[in-house]
């Protein structure tokens, strides 16, 4: 496949600018401190023409690395983190870079599971689904309060995941103030890092107001 060419830099980042998947590659992107990215904002009724050609799903995001595109959330940042590695957002040993995989998938099976609900669902479904997750993350507490960062001491692949849809709870509907306190901490660190201000977009940043 010839991926078309934009020209203008090393990365090419098919993007929506309320979108939890695109969110979360821009916050990695910007923890990567790479600067050469050109983010293409994407209306997802109607995928421009180069989307159509290089991703057969016309799905966001889509990733374009020189010659090479790429989409599926968890495939772009796996990739991102092997082909920038510094700083690494993955510790060393397998067992420990598997331990944090599988709690990336808990978390998008267990919480990232409710995003569509709260973001298309009916009244009653949403209601449901906010009484749901609110549980669950009460549950949770202490994944947040052992560790500086999600159960590890160095910002990780994990937190790149957590911190777009924590940003996004209140936009959801649930009671920001009844979560714990140690959930508020954690994301309250993250949201105040740099990388992750220079992530969100004009439309994501009206989801929040204190930061």
Known sequence: MIIPARGRSIISVYSVSDSYDSHRIRFLLKTKNISSVDVIEVDPLSPPEDLIHINPYHTTPTVVDRDLALYGTTVITEYLDERYPHPPLMPPDPVTR??????????????????????????????????????????????????????????????????????????????????????????????????????????????????
């Open 98 to 211: 598997a331990k944090l995989r599988l709690y990336t998938y808990r978390i998008e099976k267990d919480w990232l599971t409710y995003v569509p609900t709260l973001e298309n669902g009916t009244m009653d479904e949403k209601k449901i689904a906010i009484e749901e997750l609110t549980a669950k993350l009460n549950s949770s507490v202490e994944l947040f309060s052992e560790t500086k960062f999600f159960l590890s001491d160095d910002m990780t692949l994990v937190d790149t995941c957590l911190a777009p849809f924590l940003w996004r709870l209140e936009h959801y509907g649930l009671d920001w103030e009844e979560l714990p306190k140690a959930i508020r901490t954690y994301a309250h660190m993250i949201f105040r890092k740099e990388s992750f201000k220079q992530s969100v977009s004009e439309q994501e940043r009206e989801m929040r107001f204190d930061f």
